[in-house]
């Protein structure tokens, strides 16, 4: 009779304790943000917006991985080892086609999207003495264009499509991500880096109180011969330490982009909290201040997630 009462109390605690680690498994949502350089933009919002999960999705685990920015992260996010990411919308494209020449084994079809959020300025900047102020100067001269493969790079190829050059027209080309590139361009090693990035980036902020810059145009007839998801745009003045002037260069737009293995109610979620916390997010970067849930299914190369779906349907900006 012992024996008896002692099993059917060990398969009761067995039972219990079963049922209590599957709920606290279900409790338990770890959401890696993927983000990009740690001196662009990429990342100090992913940060922000990591904090924003971690304090209001219950049971979440955050985390903020710097990588190589959009192309990386469409990668990861494809293979479920990432939540959500922030990614070039010529890249999520390209990305959803499957264009292996920019960088992706295939066409990436589990992605889904989150929200547009701002744009990405495309900021070419040159030493005043390497005497760089167009395009065309650039002929002959270095220039950083960003990690391989990323997606400031596949700007940087566009752009000099456009105006007729290619990298064989530089004196030199540097592949590296814009903290290394201004380390260089402090040190008189190359005479240009080209960033995307949002407007007021620390990099060129930082740059421009060390050397004395030009902001290169991009003159507005060259980004229409790109045509979508390129825009024309103006860097304002002041923008940099010695920029009196408005310069005209293109813009591309930002996503935060998921993956169809992320529940319903999360992407519902990281939606939500997304556009419910945007001081947050302006304050960790201005560039969040562009930020619009009005615009926020504008331009969305991939299908958006269900659940973000849902939000936009709760706050009207889907029928």
């Known amino acids: 009779m012992k024996t008896t009462k002692f099993a059917t109390v060990l398969a009761g605690a067995l039972a219990l304790s079963t049922v209590l680690g599957t709920a606290s ?51 990861l996010l494809q293979a479920g080892r990432g939540e959500i990411g922030f990614s070039l919308g010529d890249s999520v494209q390209m990305a959803w086609e499957g264009n292996t020449e920019a ?3 295939g066409k990436l079809d589990k992605l889904r999207g989150i929200a547009a959020i701002y744009p990405n300025y495309i900021q070419i ?26 997606g400031t790079e596949l700007n940087a190829r566009a752009i000099l499509k456009a105006a007729g050059m290619s990298y064989d027209d530089l004196g030199k080309t540097e592949y590296l991500p814009f903290a290394e590139s201004v380390e260089l361009m402090k040190n008189r090693q190359i005479d240009a880096t080209l960033q995307s990035a ?15 810059i030009n902001v290169v145009s ?38 935060l982009i998921t993956h169809d293995g992320v529940s319903d109610e999360t992407a519902y979620q990281m939606t939500k909290l997304l556009f419910e916390n945007l001081p947050a997010l302006s304050a960790a970067h201005a560039a969040a201040k562009a930020i619009d849930v009005k615009k926020a299914i504008e331009g969305m190369p991939v299908p958006l997630h269900p659940g973000a779906e849902r939000y936009y349907k709760e706050v009207g900006v889907l029928k």
Do not use: C, H, M, W
């Open 125 to 150: 900047v040159a030493s005043q003495e390497s005497g760089v102020k167009t395009l065309a100067d650039l002929k002959g001269k270095s220039l950083s264009v960003g990690a391989p493969k990323s």
């Open 103 to 105: 960088g992706f084994p």
């Open 25 to 75: 498994a279900k409790a338990e949502e770890f959401i890696n943000v993927l983000t990009g350089g740690t001196s662009g933009v990429y990342y100090p919002l992913g940060v922000a917006l990591s904090k924003i999960y971690g304090d209001n999705i219950e049971g979440a685990r955050t985390q903020v991985q710097a990588t190589k920015a959009s192309v990386e992260n469409l990668n």
């Open 218 to 255: 991009v003159p507005k007839e060259t980004v229409e011969k790109i045509g979508a998801p390129y825009l024309p745009v103006e860097i304002p003045a002041g923008t940099y330490e010695g920029q009196t002037e408005a310069v005209p260069t293109a813009a591309v737009g930002n996503f």
């Open 198 to 212: 949002g407007v007021g980036v620390a990099s060129i902020r930082d740059l421009s109180t060390s050397v004395k």
